[in-house]
């Protein structure tokens, strides 16, 4: 009797290990036919419900607003400590300089001509989510140079 037990735990196991793995393997193939775009909104999403925060320690839940915060001064403090990811948003630029424009796009996402150029069109449009402040100076500081109006959000 034990024999016969201990062989079918390892033919389950066996058959929900294939499964696993069948599985696995599907989400890998959609996760691969993502363009760029669509896999950093994945991979947002991804660690906002793992509760991974990019800049800090996982998030173990909603924290609860505590008596100091009900002041204008300590909400306003609070907000600007938690902004530390920002997004790159392209609101206009100058028509002479699109093709250079679109070059440096490309330069800083990993996107292909023709997805570069389809963001650049779309004005306003969000270049990069998820930058740091650090992160996002030197490609302002550039696209300024270039002729396009950004802004960080």
Do not use: Q
């Not at 100058?94 to 330069?107: L, Q």
């Not at 996107?111 to 930058?131: I, M, N, R, S």
């Amino acid at each position: 009797m034990f024999h016969r037990t201990k062989a079918f735990l390892n033919l389950t196991r066996s058959l929900s290990t294939e499964a696993r793995t069948h599985n696995i393997e599907r989400i890998a193939d959609e996760l691969l036919n993502l363009n760029p775009l669509e896999r950093h909104d994945f991979t947002l999403l991804w660690r906002l419900r793992m509760g991974l925060h990019r800049y800090g320690a996982p998030v173990a839940g909603v924290v609860p607003p505590s008596a100091s915060t009900n002041s204008p001064t300590a909400d306003s403090n609070a907000a600007a400590a938690e902004k530390t990811a920002f997004d790159l948003k392209l609101e206009k630029y100058d028509a002479a300089a699109k093709i250079k424009i679109i070059k440096e796009v490309r330069s800083f996402t990993d996107l292909g001509l023709k997805e570069a150029k389809d963001l650049v069109e779309k004005v306003p449009c969000v270049l990069k989510k998820g930058l740091s402040k650090e992160e996002a100076d030197p490609i302002i500081a550039k696209l300024k140079e270039l002729g396009a109006a950004v802004v960080l959000e």
